[in-house]
């Protein structure tokens, strides 16, 4: 068997790196603030237990399409990401530009390059009418204490309710110490819906990759430590992963825009592997 021919159109994260670490995620200043924090005081306010009870009612019944999954990455082509504050460009691109920066250090998991490819895919619902500030974003429990490491915490929530309801504003709110992510409600958001489409469509992606796709905009969580008194031992093993996804997540976002065209045969082949036919949506 030859060398892989998509090899050549990968692109060097070492040396197309267009930014430090730190440049990355600013939420204070730059030229898409005002879209972002736009976008982020919306999702404060309406996401509430209540919204997003309602929401998976809408959604986890996947009755909405049928497309295959390189149908669903490709209609991101025609999604630009409100609350990115990073990137300008349509999702698809970053989609494989994830997928190929995880190549290059895990080459031998396959499963997490395809996490890569479709761990935006959710994402579509926008596409289907739902307004981006219950698409996009980063995510946080819903039905106990907004915690302080939310992207504007403080000045976004005023008019949630959900944030004065002595029922849902303690630590715990309805939950249970280290009752698991998995009983704890999110604010509704791609992450949720792909995770549910996977587990509807019954793919075989291993356990680490569904939580980095269910958990990858859990910024709060994986990058700051919070909400770890509703973690049990599954969560706690399962962060390292995450952790790990996000590095490519965010790092690989650069101008220097992928040949999609030439990578595509080797990610049908993942998908073909691991979610293959005609997916429920």
């Known amino acids: 068997q030859g060398p892989d021919p998509s090899l050549a159109y990968r692109p060097n994260l070492e040396t197309n790196?267009?930014?430090e670490k730190e440049?990355?995620?600013?939420?204070?200043?730059?030229?898409?603030?005002?879209?972002?924090?736009?976008?982020?005081?919306?999702m404060h306010t309406s996401q509430t237990l209540a919204f997003v009870?309602?929401?998976?009612?809408?959604?986890?019944?996947?009755?909405?399409?049928?497309?295959?999954?390189?149908?669903?990455?490709?209609?991101?082509?025609q999604l630009v990401d409100e609350s990115d504050p990073d990137v300008d460009f349509p999702n698809s691109f970053h989609a494989f530009q994830t997928a190929e920066g995880i190549r290059q250090v895990h080459p031998d998991k396959d499963w997490f390059q395809l996490v890569g490819l479709i761990h935006d895919v959710g994402k579509i619902m926008a596409l289907w009418n739902e307004p981006q500030w219950a698409v996009v974003g980063d995510t946080f429990p819903v039905g106990c204490r907004f915690q302080?490491?939310?992207?504007?915490?403080?000045?976004?929530?005023?008019?949630?309710?959900?944030?004065?309801?002595?029922?849902?504003?303690?630590d715990y709110g309805i939950y249970e110490p280290k009752c698991g992510l998995d009983s704890v409600l999110?604010?509704?958001g791609h992450d949720e819906y792909l995770y549910r489409v996977m587990k509807f469509n019954k793919c075989s992606i291993p356990e680490e990759g569904?939580?980095?796709?269910?958990?990858?905009?859990?910024y709060p969580w994986h990058s700051h430590g919070d909400y770890m008194h509703l973690c049990n031992?599954?969560?706690?093993?399962m962060l390292p992963w995450v952790q790990e996804f996000n590095k490519f997540d965010l790092y690989t976002k650069t101008t220097d825009l992928p040949d999609v065209e030439k990578l595509k045969p080797y990610y049908q082949s993942l998908i073909d592997k691991y979610c293959p036919?005609?997916?429920?949506w």
């Open 17 to 19: 790196e267009t930014k």
């Open 23 to 42: 440049g990355y995620r600013n939420f204070e200043s730059g030229s898409l603030f005002d879209r972002v924090f736009k976008t982020y005081s919306l």
């Open 53 to 77: 009870e309602q929401k998976h009612s809408e959604w986890t019944g996947c009755t909405h399409t049928r497309m295959s999954m390189m149908e669903a990455v490709m209609s991101l082509d």
């Open 148 to 170: 302080n490491s939310i992207v504007f915490r403080d000045n976004t929530f005023e008019n949630n309710p959900d944030d004065k309801n002595p029922r849902y504003n303690t």
């Open 186 to 188: 999110m604010s509704w």
């Open 210 to 218: 569904l939580y980095m796709i269910r958990f990858h905009s859990f």
């Open 233 to 237: 031992e599954k969560d706690l093993k």
């Open 277 to 280: 036919g005609v997916l429920l």
